[in-house]
DNA sequence: TCAGTCGATGACAACGTTGTCTGCGCGTTG
DNA sequence: CAACGCGCAGACAACGTTGTCATCGACTGA
């Protein structure tokens, strides 16, 4: 288990010079067929590779990587992101370094230096925190930053997010539609952006209807399915239990549904994110649809089209929503015994 | 936007040297507190940031940073992994490279040699290809390889893989003791391991119970959700179909249950893999259950382990499976109208 | 008082690679 | 036949950083 051999190595043991090995290994021209043979054969038998970092280093470039930055991967919407950054990534002969910042700023931003450390080309960034402005110096430097899902403070940098409000009311407007009035939410903190501007959203439709909302039957802060799980229950528990819910992702729905299973009592519920399977459940799942993939792609773009110049300002791209009717939104809420 | 300031520049708007930069940097003693606090003001004016790249270079040291390649980090067994993974490398202050190999042996040689070229410290595969051979040069060298859910040929590395024997085995005489002999098989292509082994499981399992396999209810070769519901929809038309059936995956688990719905005819079912919902299902899905976080972790915990000297023979780590029988390896077969 | 020690700092080389420049031998051309 | 061009090859520097060694002044102790 000795050290990888290097250019070095090649050229001694092919009789050439360092530089002729470089010429031959990156394939210039100016070697004759029979010198570039030897080297070759060295190369195979030695088991050479080239080394990225060096040669970066001596080309001022940086290696082609870009950074993903996101929630969780376990989550379909991040992973979904994740898959097209990733193709579009190997068509422009990019790998992609994910990192999981559990929603945490410190660990995002820790994420974040490393990744710039490591000099990648681009970033794509789901921030969670609010303020980004230590991006500010690097994006003058030339890194092209992306932020997904939600925008950031302190930087004017490209955004790729989805209609959450247009998408909050449709789901709401499908509510009220079937003649629900006392409608609940549940979802992760108010303070996640996208929940803020899906919450406005139902709130925005709710007013528009002339229905005022419960306030009581407002459920924000779980973080996970079992605390959306424990916010149903709450909810069903209640002397006065809302007849529908508007849950603000598929974490929430799939907590709603656990909760609901089995129980005599039921509600209406239409979900922010579609889910697998939604469609296939006993009572199929009302979601208000958008496609991560999308997401990605655009993001990815951006980044890449930034490295090949493009100049423009920056841009906020605002991909659609589409209410997919399943019947969770239109059955009669029968809550309470 | 211009380049990215070094240490030079830092050096010279603080008035010192180059190397007492890299001192002040690095945490390094032997710098005055004074000078240091100069250095550290230039640091922040410049916006400076290490090089990790030249960094490395100089170290001899690779970049702190494992390379993961799998299919697909859309499947969650997949993202699964990927998560632990990642996790882990945190803790060891490592990044992650994620890609995908979509299930093509020759995306996966060019994805490993990319990451070799790279310089990763380490490297976990799901193998695609069977042949291996090409890694052992690396091995040597000392980049520590884990392959994950498949062993590898032509090289000894550490393996993590599942009881896939066991896990089928149970699963058939799951539905052999209720009764079930005409036991269809939907899934992925037998060349892949796991698929081969899980068939191979579920065959014995067969033969111990005495009861013949109709060759004609096996249908193996879809790759994805909607291949397996075209296959289930052939199995559903035959004269003679199927009273339950095993699937090997959660993908072919959903096409199956995709083919199912809404459809009159039915059959029993237990699949590998389990999946979100599964238990939610009208009729709750009966899987053979096991822990991709767990083989995540044991994978990184090899290589990680490696890095820090482990000098034992490759390991081959078998992880365990259970039957969590939820109702739909229980109901009787009622096929064909 | 003088060697010896110590703390702070800098000069320099090196990591593995590539861009630039130079040199050599040979054939072509005016 | 000198001059030139061309194909091939190597010497050397440089990318941004860190390890090693040298330097210098000040302080210590006998």
Redesign the pocket.
Known sequence: MR??P???D??EMA?????????V??D?????????ARVREAVTVLG????D???N????QRPATVGLVIEDVRNPFYSGIARAVEELARVHGHMVVIANSEEDPAAEQKAVSTLLERQVTGLLIVPAGPDHGYLLDEIRHGTPVVFMDRPAQGVGADEVLIDNVGGARHATEHLLAHGHRRIGVVGDPPTVYTVGERVRGFREAMAAAGVAVDESLVRLGGRDVVQAETATQELLSMAHPPSAVFTTNNRASIGVLRALRGRESTFALVGFDDFELADMLPVPVTVVKHDPAQMGRAGAELVFGRLSGDERPPQRIVLPTRLVPRGSGEIAGKPGP
């Open positions: 050290a990888r290097t250019m070095v090649v050229a009789g050439v010079s360092l530089k002729t090995v470089s010429r290994v990156n210039e021209r100016g070697v004759r067929a029979q010198t570039a050479y590779r080239a080394n970092t060096a040669r280093l001596r080309r001022r």
